[in-house]
């Protein structure tokens, strides 16, 4: 497990409207260094090089959906055990719970508040890893 | 320019493709209604409907973002496997689309959003 400083996240979302708010929400008002995927394949492109502290997944996405995209990441031997948060909609207890039993640390429901999602993010990190 | 008036900006923008992104939604709907057992085009009317309701959510025009997961909430079932897609589900589509369209014209963004 990670431990330390939150600074380095991968996104990855398929929406360009929410990616360009998420982009600005965490970079400019979380101060976060952020690398954004548009798919599950392109994330599994990008992730080792990027070496990220943190993977944020969009659970719905067209092709390999969030899970899935996890998943797979997970087979990379340096993101085996990186933190994980889904971000969705469907966020009913038991739904919470699948998540979780998948590897996630939290989940962030949408739609996000901009100008909350880094604190919120950091609050999770805090919570579950430290730093 | 403070992040908030750059997130509004954003904002706006989505709020002026939001006709030529009906438009779309509308094409789709109109593919599945010719072929309504056809699942490449229950889910390509789906991830249209998904990524309204998800971008419209985060800018804050709360009912547009209701209804359009009112949609989504038709197609679920189908798209999960759990019933066979069919005229009458394709069908009751179509009032919550027309719901969705005249939001459209002028969504209304809650007023504490940012």
């Not at chain 2, 229950?42 to 973002?65: C, E, I, P, W």
């Not at chain 2, 679920?76 to 009751?92: F, H, M, R, T």
Request: glycine share 6%; proline share 5%.
């Amino acid at each position: 497990m990670a431990d330390g400083t939150l600074s380095k996240i991968l996104y990855v979302e398929d929406e360009p409207d929410i990616q360009e708010v998420a982009r600005m929400a965490l970079e400019l008002v979380g101060g976060f260094t952020v690398t954004i995927c548009s798919s599950g394949e392109e994330a599994l492109a990008a992730a080792a090089d990027f070496d990220p502290d943190l993977l944020l997944l969009d659970v719905m996405m067209p092709g390999m959906d969030g899970p899935t995209t996890l998943l797979e990441l997970r087979k990379i031997a340096s993101l085996a055990n990186k933190p994980a948060i889904f971000m969705t909609a469907k966020v009913q207890p038991h739904e919470v719970a699948e998540y979780k039993e998948l590897g996630a640390i939290d989940v962030i429901p949408k739609p996000f508040d901009p100008m909350n999602l880094s604190a919120n993010i950091q609050e999770i990190w805090s919570a579950n890893i430290g730093g | 320019m403070a992040d908030s008036d750059a997130l509004q900006l954003i904002a706006e923008e989505f709020v002026r493709s939001l006709p030529e992104r009906m438009d779309d939604v509308d094409a789709a709907y109109l593919a599945l209604k010719q072929d309504s057992s056809n699942s490449d085009l229950m889910n390509d009317l789906y991830h249209k409907v998904h990524n309204l309701a998800g971008s419209s959510g985060t800018f804050g025009f709360r009912q547009f973002s209701d209804l359009a997961r009112t949609i989504l909430n038709i197609l679920e079932p189908a798209i999960k496997g759990e019933v066979q897609l069919d005229d009458q589900i394709v069908n009751s589509v179509g009032p919550q689309l027309a719901e969705l369209a005249k939001e459209a014209a002028t969504p209304v963004q809650i007023e504490d959003w940012l």
